[in-house]
């Protein structure tokens, strides 16, 4: 497989086995794949958040883990524990889901905080520290988290600080017409859905696609257009928190991951546009009288995009 848009391809044709529609939200999810970076899923119960993950993870043949976060969920529990060999007299590490290429974290929101910072590290540095020593994760290693923002009895917030971790942050929203019959077809079915989906890449390939997004070329003027769209929302008097470094690095990368999904290998303004919200909505704070007027994240987004202006793609190219 020599191009990235062709393996985008075959993943998301394994993954719409059992995923139906919603194709430019797969896209997004493997453009953080790509970018090696961490996804959130937020969104309602029962529109296939879950089956989202596991369709992905099923399609790349790599080690896959699952955690279903509740309230009595340990940091042990994610990361590892020793535990006594009566046999041998010593204690054995047994090492927790976290060490795995992809992980699903299920409902993060239902984890304590304690259990929720556990999970840091892992995305920041691909490493965990348990009991006074860091293990290094697996190469890849991905974690797709999902939660549901209707729900507020039993949950805790994620922190400003655990979202900027992310990479970026798609809803999936309710599905077409022609996507639920389909979806209400398949339960005619003895089989899940999910049986349907069959691993189309391995570890190695999907490495070698994360290289070829840094080869990406992005002209100066698209990086001058970044970085116009970061300053304007850190000088944005609607909002407490701006876009931080972490999320232009991120803007910039997932344009790339987007250029490349799309056959090219050079990023124009569409590129970044198209990323935009999923990769800075979850990176900047609303002042409170604005959320109760009705403003929210991606109206905000939308209108910085608005307001800088957009080189043009003769420069871009």
């Known amino acids: 497989m020599d ?3 062709e393996w985008v391809r075959q993943v998301r044709e394994s993954v ?3 995923f139906y529609g919603k194709e430019e939200t797969v896209n997004t999810v493997l453009a953080a794949l790509l970018c090696r970076g961490h996804v959130l899923i937020e969104d309602v119960p029962g529109v296939g958040k879950t089956i989202l993950a596991r369709a992905i993870a099923m399609s790349l043949k790599g080690d896959f ?4 976060c509740t309230p009595d969920l340990l940091p042990a529990d994610v990361l590892g524990v020793s535990i006594y060999n009566p046999k041998t007299g ?3 590490f047994r ?4 060490i795995t290429n992809i992980l699903l974290v299920d409902e993060i929101n239902r984890a304590t905080p304690r259990t929720q910072s556990a999970l840091l590290e892992a995305m920041a540095e691909a490493q965990v520290s348990v009991e006074g020593r860091s293990l290094p994760l ?3 290693f991905f974690l797709i988290a999902t939660e549901s923002p209707a729900e507020s009895e039993g949950t805790f917030p994620l922190p400003e600080v655990q979202k900027d971790r992310f990479f970026l942050s798609v809803t999936i929203g309710y599905p077409t017409g022609d996507s639920e019959r389909q979806i209400m077809t398949s339960q005619r079915k003895m089989q899940r859905p999910l049986a349907a989906v069959t691993p189309v890449s391995d570890v190695a390939t999907l490495v070698e696609m994360q290289r070829k997004i840094i080869e990406v070329h992005v002209e100066d003027n698209l990086r001058r257009y970044i970085l116009s769209i970061i300053h304007l929302s850190r000088e944005d008097n609607r909002l407490i928190l701006g876009v931080s470094p972490r999320g232009s690095l991120a803007l910039y990368r997932g344009s790339q991951a987007m250029a490349a999904i799309r056959g090219r290998d050079y990023v124009v303004p569409e590129d970044i546009k198209d ?3 999923p990769v800075l909505r979850k990176r900047i704070l609303l002042k409170s009288e604005h959320t109760a007027r009705g403003l929210n994240e991606v109206d905000v ?3 910085l995009l608005e307001k800088v202006a957009v080189p043009g793609l003769k420069e871009a190219v």
């Open 3 to 5: 191009t990235v848009s």
């Open 16 to 18: 719409g086995r059992a």
């Open 65 to 68: 883990k699952q955690v279903q």
């Open 90 to 92: 010593d204690f054995d």
């Open 95 to 98: 090492p927790g889901p976290v």
């Open 138 to 140: 697996p190469d890849p």
């Open 275 to 277: 990323i935009a919200i």
């Open 301 to 303: 987004v939308n209108q």
